[in-house]
């Protein structure tokens, strides 16, 4: 086709350069494809399980950012892949009293409440005086081999205690319970036959302690009986309120010695030099013989640190600074 000049638009090219073009468009074609086969065999490496799909290699989506609540891919496969942690249940325990009493044969002297009276009077578990006294007691007694032996023991070393009886053995060995007052050592009330106040009825608990009372002044007419241990130191409101009734102030312990558990003698001792303090009150029983071998130890022990032994009513006498409740 010609201008309006009469020349045609086009230049003329050389047949060179033609030539020249079509190898250049004649290469490009066959480098397009083999460059599309190397960014697909490219996708193919990784794991299987990582690997995109033919179709996805063939058409591949535009990339996006994840949503707010969604995870990322790789996150994802990894929860997938991890087995499930399944997170341990939470064991909630059952309220129970703070100081327990196994219900077995045996007897377990382990302090026990019941019902605590929120008001009123309460049981007293140590009685600070400043003036470094402590109260020795023991409970269960007399007993025909330890007793006595643990009142010559009291008596060379100066010292009174407090003996909580038994009616059971009041009533084996009254003669005993005389050898205890003559001694200067003061008796308490501890129940006839050993049962647990807090599941008796108000007049079982007041029989129990006047059975043993009359039993005690039987055997000691000269005895006076100002003060009550509750079997297993289990207690109540109707404990406390027959208690007072009766002219009796409920005594427990501040120091236990668990005795009755079997423990050493080295065992027993670390434990009251670790927990004596003024106005504490030392728990073990007349009845073994490591409590005698206990004794001996911390009676030497704490009068060399300026510590005094007295009876319950003694303690009590002594107007502490601070009252302190059983805790």
Known sequence: MKSFYGKSHR???????????????????????SCAFAQFLAQSEGPPQHRP????????????PPARNEAPAQQHREMQTSPKVVAPKKVVKPSVPQRRVRETGARDYSMRRVDAPTSGPRPISQWPTGEKLIALTYDDGPNPTITPRLLKLLQSKGARATFFLLGESVKAHPEIVKTIVDAGMEIGNHSDTHPQFTKLSEEKIRSELQTNHDRIISAAPNATIRTMRPPYGAYNGTVMRVAEQMGYKVILWSVDTNDWRKRTTEQMTQTVLKEARDGAIILMHDRYE?????TAQILDSLSAQGYRFVTISELLSHRRPQAVLDR
């Not at 090219?13 to 004649?26: E, I, K, P, Y």
């Open 290 to 294: 490591t409590s005698l071998q206990t």
């Open 53 to 64: 799909s033919v179709v996805q290699r063939l058409f591949p989506r535009r990339s996006r």
């Open 11 to 33: 230049p003329k090219r050389s047949f060179a350069f033609q030539c020249s073009v079509l190898m250049w468009v004649l290469a490009a074609s066959a480098l397009l494809p």
